[in-house]
């Protein structure tokens, strides 16, 4: 398979595509899809009102699709040990989830337990100086967000370019790319420079599974890349659901299933054209 390496065979996944974990809307009805289509599905802990309810989407999840789906556990300042998380913790270890991510502040204390029972952690973070320290904590990949993404900033936070360049030279686990990518050749210029997966928010927010009004997905769909306003917005952010830079090259709401194989055939055709100059992309 064009598209298979250590990562997709480490998450037992068809295509290195990561859908980003969304608080208060990553449940069943995103991630089973984005599962089902090939790649990895996020459910995010945060979600549920309680662990009940995480315990009852999960295997929603199960009904929608048998391929793996990940649950990721967000780490506030003075929640960094489990016991924010305690109930949802053990929800996921009981439903044997076999992959999960952590963001925010760090996560190895969560990702400890979940690797002692012989699953995957996956930590997201913005900054290689962070990355480098999840790695030695013991995180089987790690997420570098660029400041193309949305969310909070950090000053020590470059581009997804320098991010996963610069971080392939000084990390041996795999590396997911995440911020501004949307379309086809992001997802391969991710590949080129290092990545061995993309993980995408503001693409899977335009799609029709994605449980936000239609005129949400709309302002994303219409949004210029040339809006100097929007990019200033990015780039000052410090939190909110805003849609990233990837915004710049999204023009339709598809279904999770459209966009995925659209992309895909896509990056086929990109990857093609290299070979036949000579330039093969690895």
């Known amino acids: 398979m064009r598209f298979e390496n250590d990562l997709t065979r480490m998450l037992g996944v068809r295509y290195p595509i990561i859908q980003g974990a969304f608080g208060h809307a990553g449940n069943a009805s995103l991630a089973a899809p984005v599962s089902e289509a090939g790649g990895l599905g996020i459910l995010t802990s945060i979600s549920y009102p309680t662990p009940e309810e995480f315990r009852q989407d999960i295997r929603r999840a199960r009904e929608m699709t048998d391929k793996p789906f990940a649950v990721n556990f967000t780490l506030w300042k003075g929640h960094i040990d489990n016991e924010y998380h305690e109930g949802t913790i053990e929800v996921a270890l009981d439903e044997g989830i076999k992959t999960i991510f952590t963001s925010g502040y760090d996560g190895s204390y969560i990702g400890r337990i979940f690797k002692d029972t012989g699953c995957n952690w996956i930590h ?25 993404g949305t969310g909070y900033k950090h000053e020590e936070q470059h581009t997804t370019m320098i991010n996963i360049t610069a971080a392939r030279r000084l990390l041996d686990i795999p590396l997911i790319a995440a911020g501004g990518i949307g379309d086809a050749r992001g997802f391969v210029g991710a590949l080129a420079m290092g990545a061995s997966a993309v993980y995408l928010g503001t693409a899977f927010m335009a799609t029709k599974e994605f449980q936000a009004p239609e005129t949400f997905k709309a302002k994303i769909v219409d949004q210029e890349i040339t809006d100097p306003e929007n990019t200033k917005k990015i780039y000052e952010m410090k939190h909110g659901l805003a849609p ?39």
């Open 124 to 148: 997201k973070c913005a900054t290689i100086k962070h990355a480098i320290a999840m790695a030695e904590k013991g995180a089987d990949a790690v997420v570098l967000l660029g400041k193309e």
């Open 244 to 282: 990233s830079l990837a915004s710049g090259v999204i023009d339709s709401v598809p279904s999770v299933r459209e966009f995925m194989e659209t992309m895909i055939k896509e990056a086929e055709g990109i990857i093609a054209e290299f070979e036949q100059w000579g330039m093969l992309v690895s």
